[in-house]
């Protein structure tokens, strides 16, 4: 055998993604090893992965796709090798593919990773951000092994691990008129005009509150940038809804925020590690869920103030 677990890895990035540019981003490698990977195996084993279109990419081949599903497996049976070696060694050690729901991608995220592979620096972590389904459809093609998100929708294929809930805030520029009040009804600022979040999940969740008072909001513009987002918020142009807090009370475009908690008995959203039931953990990841509940608390969730009533 004339291959390695490496080439290997870079084709399954290529066959999952469908495209050079984004497997080498995926992997963090360059465009031209990617390729010289794909044609090395292609050369080893006589035949043909990929028929390459120019404008759609890369789309596998019949024999590709066997190679796809047998290349996954024996990627996975071989980072059972660290377990085998950790226990023996009584360290935690290997990769791990995390993914991450956008909205708190860059609060929490970083934090927890530094600190992570502090601990265990035998650890390679690998991140990736996306929305719900992009996170869910990353387990189910084990290109991610666990994802940080949301309970909502979790599908039956899935384990949620939970923890924390997160209560959702109206978010305001600091100028506005409600904006020293301890907490806000959905009512007395719903017929005002709002900044809606267009991501599938945060979509969803807060249109629900309106339709639970059987109100419409006065949507004034939608983005998919938390980011955006805020300086949309913190420019008067509306207010909107987040069940995100961070540290910095300032939007992006250096306009001050305030975030007001939502009055009413909403259930809260809860933040999670979701795993593809049928895939065995590994000693890495079981070490990043013990991790993840002793950082991600209450009281002091990485990049995010505390949640009230802590």
Same mark, same amino acid.
């Given at each position: 055998?004339?291959?390695? *677990?490496?080439? %290997?890895?870079?084709?399954?990035?290529?066959?999952?993604?469908?495209?050079?540019?984004?497997?080498?981003?995926?992997?963090?490698?360059? #465009?031209?090893?990617?390729?010289?990977?794909?044609?090395?195996?292609?050369?080893?084993?006589?035949?043909?992965?990929?028929?390459?279109?120019? =404008? #759609?990419?890369?789309?596998?081949?019949?024999? +590709? #796709?066997?190679?796809?599903?047998? =290349? &996954? @497996?024996?990627?996975?049976?071989?980072?059972?090798?660290?377990?085998?070696?950790?226990?023996?060694?009584?360290?935690?050690? +290997?990769?791990?593919?995390? +993914?991450?729901?956008?909205?708190?991608?860059?609060?929490?995220?970083?934090?927890?990773?530094?600190?992570?592979?502090?601990?265990?620096?035998?650890? #390679?972590?690998?991140?990736?951000?996306?929305? @719900?389904?992009?996170? /869910?459809?990353? /387990?189910?093609?084990?290109?991610?092994?666990?994802?940080?998100?949301?309970?909502?929708?979790?599908?039956?294929?899935?384990?949620?691990?939970?923890?924390?809930? *997160?209560?959702?805030?109206?978010?305001? !520029?600091?100028?506005?008129?409600? =904006?020293?009040?301890?907490?806000?009804? %959905?009512?007395?600022?719903?017929?005002? !005009?709002?900044?809606?979040?267009?991501?599938?999940?945060?979509?969803?969740?807060f249109l629900s509150l309106f339709e639970r008072l059987g109100i419409a909001p006065h949507i004034v513009t939608e983005t998919s940038s938390p980011a955006v987002l805020r300086s949309y918020v913190g420019a008067g142009i509306g207010y909107s809804l987040m069940t995100v807090r961070p540290k910095n009370m300032r939007a992006e475009n250096d306009r001050p925020l305030v975030y007001?908690?939502?009055?009413?008995?909403?259930?809260?959203? &809860? %933040?999670?590690?979701?795993?593809?039931?049928?895939?065995?953990?590994?000693?890495? $990841?079981?070490?990043?869920?013990?991790? $993840?509940? @002793?950082?991600?608390?209450?009281?002091?969730?990485?990049?995010?103030?505390?949640?009230?009533?802590?």
């Open positions: 055998m004339r291959f390695t *677990l490496r080439q %290997l890895s870079y084709f399954v990035a290529a066959g999952e993604t469908g495209s050079v540019t984004r497997a080498s981003e995926q992997v963090n490698i360059s #465009q031209p090893s990617i390729s010289a990977a794909i044609s090395h195996l292609e050369t080893e084993l006589g035949v043909q992965l990929f028929v390459r279109q120019h =404008a #759609q990419g890369l789309s596998l081949t019949p024999a +590709g #796709q066997r190679l796809l599903s047998a =290349a &996954k @497996e024996v990627l996975r049976d071989s980072y059972g090798l660290y377990d085998v070696v950790n226990s023996a060694m009584g360290k935690v050690a +290997g990769p791990i593919n995390v +993914g991450a729901f956008r909205t708190f991608m860059p609060l929490i995220v970083p934090e927890l990773w530094k600190a992570f592979v502090t601990r265990h620096p035998d650890v #390679q972590m690998h991140v990736t951000e996306g929305s @719900e389904s992009e996170l /869910l459809e990353g /387990l189910r093609t084990a290109r991610l092994d666990v994802a940080l998100t949301y309970e909502n929708n979790i599908a039956p294929d899935m384990n949620f691990v939970p923890l924390v809930f *997160l209560p959702t805030y109206v978010l305001l !520029p600091a100028d506005h008129p409600l =904006a020293r009040r301890a907490d806000l009804k %959905l009512a007395e600022i719903a017929q005002e !005009p709002f900044v809606l979040l267009d991501l599938p999940l945060s979509r969803r969740y007001v908690e939502l009055a009413e008995d909403y259930p809260p959203m &809860k %933040l999670g590690l979701a795993y593809l039931k049928e895939l065995k953990r590994s000693r890495v $990841c079981e070490a990043f869920e013990e991790f $993840c509940r @002793e950082i991600i608390r209450d009281e002091g969730l990485p990049g995010m103030m505390p949640i009230p009533g802590n």
